[in-house]
């Protein structure tokens, strides 16, 4: 079926859910991180471009600093490409993905327009990394690497991407990367 044993702890799939607000706090992000649960999707596309574009437009709920001059940075670890636009049509979903429009529900912090509109285009994420001066940094598999590239490097004229892999070592893929951002 694709889906993992009942006996492991899944979230089941969701586009995006918004687990913590900004902090400088490090240990409610570190108890954030660890209640976090795997999550699983029926395909094999993950919804990355979704929470990109969530995290960009809910800056309120997200927490972002109002400083128009911050430089925000976004990581996305995926073992997988990533839906985008029209790819909705697989589930008959037809309408466009309305851009920088929050849909994060404040309770739950689920995106929850997952099934009312499509994926967002690589071009309507583009528009709000340049829009809400963003830099992202893509974690990935080795298998999956050159696809990030080329979207990188679309999104944000760079190609930041860094091959997914044992958990210990994000932190100083994650630092070794942003350097690159300076």
Known sequence: TGRPPKSQEFDWSHAFTHHVNMTNDTSTFIKALERTKLSS?????????DGIAQALACGQIIGWRQDETVQKVLILISEGELHIARDGLQAGILAKYQ??????????GNYDNELKQDYPSLGQVRTLV???RASLIFIV???????????SSFLQGVPIVANLEKQEKFGKTITDEYKKLQ
């Not at 999707?41 to 471009?49: I, S, T, W, Y």
């Not at 429009?101 to 404040?106: D, G, T």
């Open 41 to 49: 999707n029926v395909d094999a596309p993950e919804a990355g471009l």
């Open 141 to 151: 598999k080795k298998e999956r690497r050159e696809w990030f590239e080329n979207v």
């Open 99 to 108: 851009l920088d429009q929050c849909y994060l529900n404040p309770t739950t």
């Open 130 to 132: 340049r829009k809400h």
